[in-house]
């Protein structure tokens, strides 16, 4: 198995680690191979869109996810640096509310799954950054939602220098108490 799957303080949430084939010329690793991801998280998962941002430091996108026809995202940074983060919005779930977070780089060139029911979104650490993701659905604008990055109830600790780029949803975001979320 040439994928490391490392857990994350939410169980569905998973941290892949691909191997790495460096020499003096450089290196090369399979970003994506449906069978080898399959096989490591237990279940196929289909993606049907990709999707690329670049973003300067300490632009801040999220907390997002879809109401209808939710996403799961493998995310992954092939330049620069970012925080990535996953928030349980699943109502009854026992880690409804609680985050996950991870470093992403070009340099560590590790990716984070997120499933269907989080919210995603990721901090810019570096100068720049271009993020890469694959989604299990399209997207669709009249069912994204957002909800409030720096929610006290959720307590994501964004490791900013300074204060964040936001986009005007995502300043304006509702908390996760009034966010709209499925049932």
Known sequence: MKLIVIPTSLPEVKIIEPKVFSDTRGFFFESFNAQEFADALGQHVEFVQDNHSFSVKNVLRG?????????????????????????????????????????????????????????HGFAVLSEQAEVLYKTTDYWFAEHERCTLWN???????????????????DANAPPLADADLAD
């Open 151 to 169: 929610d006290s109830q959720i307590g994501i600790g964004w490791p900013l220098d300074g204060e964040p780029l936001l986009a005007a949803k």
């Open 63 to 119: 907390l997002h996810y879809q109401l209808v026809r939710p996403q799961g995202k493998l995310v992954r940074v092939v330049s620069g640096e970012v925080f990535d983060v996953a928030v349980d919005i699943r109502r009854g779930s026992p880690t409804f509310g609680q985050w996950a977070g991870e470093r992403l780089s070009a340099e560590n060139k590790r990716q984070i799954w997120i499933p269907a029911g989080f919210a």
